[in-house]
């Protein structure tokens, strides 16, 4: 039930509107929204709830002064497990507001984050932000460099780490301000982070954050960025237990305890495991068997028929209280006890095959954030000593600490802004990230090459068509042409040609990650 109309100081505009530059104000003006608790009776299971106003920004003056505090650049992943439209507020005319948000958020603590941000200035989120005609559309996408340069950046991520990551940066310090490698050394602090995050599965809560596309963009347009947990305090820590045959694992009644993210990942990893083993149900165990041909899935089905012929026994006694039917039914119940302990034991494996993969993400994340901070300030790969300094990096932007940038790429003349573009087209190739729109593989890094523009059409073109046009626009502003050695006819190609033409070379169904692109 939408809230009555309100009306608030400030420069305020509809959401649905569109917003305009004040006659003789130089500059880009920008869309901001703030949200501020609202104690209207408005109706809906979000209880307590923001209210929602719109406000403008200009765009070019703080690009200029290097940031303010009039506003903050919101940065996140919508979300990696199932997404659904939530209702977040209300705006002045009482319009019920929603944002597109996976399970990993909970919608309450997401919004009261954006509340307390909310109070350093207003903010710059995608969903609330961009308008949402084509022309619009088109020129904020183009507009999004420069609105990362010029605010501060938030990284929102669900959740919270336990305080073991706060002790690890506490003896980053004390490392790094009395030097040296020993004992109370950088490289030990560095050993005991990784046998923590062994030990404890909420050191460094999981996030798709250092996997998507767009987040890398805007960590890499950021001058100051940090991350805000939408969680409160401290998470618990959860220690893996060792168990009767010496193993150690998350347990299902642990994991409720894992911050959402990693939750969902133990989950899905666990269930999927156990399926495997036992087969969700007979039906879908046999026809999942002979769909895939597979004498190993015939085989994990048999479980779930014994157990489906067990239960149907016990349930429906079609033998009667007959003696026969006593002996049946007592056969069954040992069945049925013995079914039991094998399940017990595929919970069990299940639940370490999901602790292993939880581990092997958030070791993966650890290095891909390392990875990414060294990008941020333009370091290689391959230099001795830049692991240690993207560590420490790493290490404080999760526990909350602001990361500034060292190069500044808004500087840049336009020969360095296209040598670094084209640097940046090999990191990312090797970084495997992700987008949920194919075209975004595209959009997201070719509106960093000076001079680009995006199609007018470019919702309804295919990625190799985009990546197409960015390279004639390559090609036209620079006099840069793609070369390629693929033979003819290799890749569909009826002609050889000594151009990378993407409507050859590159299938539409195949783009998977950002390798398949750049």
């Not at 595929?346 to 370490?352: H, N």
């Not at 891909?368 to 990008?375: C, G, L, P, R, S």
């Not at 296209?418 to 495997?432: A, D, H, P, T, V």
Request: charged fraction near 20%; hydrophobic fraction near 40%; include cysteine.
């Amino acid at each position: 039930m939408a809230a009555p109309p309100r009306e608030i100081a400030g420069q305020v505009l509809a959401l649905g509107g569109n917003p305009t530059t004040p006659p003789g104000t130089p500059g880009q003006i920008i869309r901001v929204v703030k949200l501020e608790p609202c104690e209207c009776p408005w109706v809906s299971a979000l209880g307590a709830h923001p209210l929602i106003t719109n406000h403008e920004i200009n765009l070019e003056r703080l690009e200029k002064e290097k940031g303010g505090d009039e506003a903050v650049a919101i940065s996140y992943a919508w979300g990696e497990f199932q997404r659904t439209e939530r209702l977040i507020g209300h705006d002045v005319e009482g319009n019920d507001i929603r944002m597109t948000l996976g399970e990993e958020w909970n919608t309450q603590d997401f919004v009261n984050r954006l509340v307390l941000l909310s109070k350093r200035g207003a903010c710059w989120i995608d969903q609330l932000c961009i308008p949402q005609k084509d022309a619009e559309v088109r020129r904020a996408l183009a507009s999004i460099p420069t609105i990362y340069r010029s605010l501060d950046v938030v990284v929102l991520m669900p959740g919270a780490p336990c305080k073991c990551l706060r002790e690890r940066v506490e003896d980053l310090k004390i490392a790094e301000e009395f030097g040296g490698d020993g004992g109370d050394g950088i490289a030990t602090v560095i050993g005991t982070t990784m046998e923590n995050m062994v030990r404890c599965h909420n050191v460094i809560p999981c996030s798709s954050w250092f996997g998507r596309v767009w987040t890398r963009q805007e960590l890499l347009y950021s001058r100051r960025i940090s991350v805000a947990w939408t969680g409160s305090g401290d998470a618990p820590c959860v220690e893996l237990r060792a168990h009767t045959d010496n193993s150690v694992y998350v347990s299902t009644e642990q994991a409720s305890d894992l911050s959402p993210f990693t939750r969902l990942l133990h989950h899905q990893a666990s269930k999927e495991k156990y399926d495997e083993f036992m087969g969700s149900s007979a039906t879908a165990a046999v026809k999942s068997a002979f769909q895939t041909a597979n004498p190993s899935a015939l085989f994990n089905a048999l479980p779930a028929l014994a157990n489906t012929a067990v239960e149907g026994i016990l349930s429906s006694r079609p033998f009667g209280d007959s003696e026969a039917g006593q002996r049946v039914y007592q056969k069954a119940e040992e069945g049925r006890k013995l079914i039991e302990r094998s399940k017990e034991r595929w919970a069990e494996a299940s639940d370490k095959n999901a602790t292993g993969i939880v581990g092997g993400a958030q070791t993966s994340l650890l290095l891909t954030a390392m990875t990414a901070f060294k990008e941020y300030n333009g370091q290689s790969n391959y230099e001795a000593g830049n692991d240690t300094l993207a560590f420490g990096k790493a290490l404080r932007f999760f526990a909350g600490e602001e990361v500034e940038r060292v190069v500044d790429l808004g500087t840049m003349d336009g020969g360095s802004q296209l040598e670094w573009f084209i640097y940046s087209l090999g990191n990312l190739r090797q970084s495997g990230r992700t987008s949920t729109q194919a075209r975004d593989y595209i959009n997201s890094v070719w509106v960093d090459c000076p001079g680009f523009q995006f199609p007018s059409d470019y919702k309804a073109m295919d990625p190799p068509a985009l990546l197409g046009d960015a390279l004639a626009q390559l090609q036209a502003n620079h006099n840069l042409t793609v070369v390629t050695a693929i033979p003819a006819g290799l890749l569909g190609s009826a002609s050889g040609t000594g151009i990378w033409k993407p409507s050859l070379y590159l299938p539409k169904s195949s783009v998977k990650d950002a390798a398949h692109v750049e």
